[in-house]
């Protein structure tokens, strides 16, 4: 059983930065495929980076340039760090692993954009 807690949310303004993290317990990270995904009102729920194989990463076109996702194996943690941010971030994003067949989430942790 893997479970994710998510931390780091918060309120900023339009281009500022924001570092997301989210500590796993059961699994590494470096074994699993996992990534962020983000859900504004309203909107489907969407991928917005990946990382797998310990470091092979990728990411939505609307956050390329601007949003890292990186792992930190020893603690066993995975970060998203979110710069240059714009009202058109604002939602819920949620950390996510798939291991096994299985698919974990965290509990989300909102982030809001003021413009």
């Known amino acids: 059983q893997v479970q994710l807690v998510e931390s780091g949310g918060g309120l900023v303004q339009a281009g500022g930065s924001l570092r997301l993290s989210c500590a796993a317990s059961?699994?590494?990270?470096?074994?699993?495929?996992s990534g962020w995904y983000r859900q504004a009102p309203g909107t489907p729920r969407e991928m917005v980076a990946s990382?797998?194989?310990?470091?092979?990463?990728a990411y939505a076109d609307s956050v390329k340039g601007r949003f890292t996702v990186s792992l930190d194996n020893a603690k066993n943690t995975m970060y998203l760090q979110l710069n240059s941010l714009k009202p058109e971030d604002t939602a819920v994003y949620y950390c996510?692993?798939?291991?096994?067949?299985?698919?974990?989430w965290g509990q989300g942790t909102q982030v809001t954009v003021s413009s």
């Open positions: 990382i797998y194989g310990g470091g092979v990463t």
């Open positions: 059961g699994r590494p990270f470096r074994v699993m495929f």
């Open positions: 996510h692993s798939q291991s096994l067949g299985n698919d974990y």
